[in-house]
């Protein structure tokens, strides 16, 4: 049985990275200044050249060593390590606590629903008075 790796995919994590970071084919091919199409290509290849490589990197916020070395486990590893009710601490604790009261949302977003429909009603008996 062989225990050699595989190569770096490296068209491979350019899409995880981009799609990490939320942002489209489009969008990335608008900021490398080249189509969505070359860049569909350029994630489909297993090497891209380094010039081709920092400029992606670039528009990506990353380092052109972070996607050489891209691994989802350690994406995975990390998230769950800095999970705010993970055992280990490993960064900054983060609060992810609401700072409004959702229930005074609700009841504003309420009070506009029913401001619309009188808003309609008025609107309503002004259009039948005029005719």
Do not use: W
């Not at 960064?91 to 409004?100: I, M």
């Amino acid at each position: 049985m062989s225990t050699a790796t595989k190569p770096k995919h490296i068209g491979r994590n350019i899409s995880r990275i981009r799609e990490l970071r939320g942002m489209k084919q489009e969008a990335l091919a608008i900021a490398i200044g080249v189509s969505q199409q070359y860049v569909s290509t350029i994630e489909g290849s297993e090497n891209v050249d380094d010039e081709r490589l920092n400029s992606i990197a670039e528009a990506l916020g990353v380092s052109a060593d972070a996607i050489k070395n891209y691994s989802d486990e350690v994406v995975l590893n990390n998230i769950q390590n800095n999970h705010e009710g993970s055992v280990i601490h490993s960064g900054p604790t983060v609060n992810h606590n609401c700072n409004f009261n959702p229930l005074d949302k609700v009841v504003e977003l309420y009070e506009r629903l029913v401001q619309a429909e009188k808003d309609k009603v008025e609107y309503l008996e002004r259009l039948l008075k005029g005719k």
